[in-house]
């Protein structure tokens, strides 16, 4: 196995938060909380059909923390980081979602076909704000 150098890793890993953190745009099925469906609006006219850039994570924020939340965060941050796997850049993507007692953790792990991994977190991907 051949090891990554800091600045691969780091772009690895940038690209990997921009597709988490980026607000995609929601889907006409999602049940949302008002009317704005957010996203970029370059997706409205993607070269490749529905190819889309970011995530819904953004959703969750004001659903309470529950199971369901859980989930949703998970699958959510999977179909955010699946085009590294749809465009043959990376051979695996792991995601876990934790439930602390206020907040969610995402851990993931891209297994890159050089047989090199990039492994981080995202601590607070989703917390409870305790009002003052």
């Given amino acids: 196995m051949t090891l990554l150098d800091d600045e691969s890793e780091s772009a690895w890993r940038r690209a990997a938060v921009i597709s988490l953190l980026t607000w995609r745009r ?25 190819d889309r850039i970011g995530s819904r994570l953004w959703q969750l924020r ?9 989930r949703d965060a998970e699958v959510f941050a ?24 206020d907040r969610l953790n995402l851990a993931v792990l891209i297994g890159l076909r050089d047989g090199t991994q990039v492994d981080f977190q995202l601590d607070n991907l989703w917390q409870v704000i305790h009002a003052v």
């Fill in 62 to 70: 004001r659903r309470a923390l529950t199971d369901a939340t859980v």
């Fill in 26 to 50: 929601a889907d006409a099925d999602d049940a949302l909380d008002d009317t704005e469906r957010y996203g970029w609006w370059g997706d409205s006219f993607p070269s490749v059909a529905n």
């Fill in 78 to 101: 999977r179909e955010s980081l699946a085009w590294m796997l749809d465009d043959g850049r990376a051979l695996s993507v792991s995601v876990t979602v934790t439930r602390g007692t």
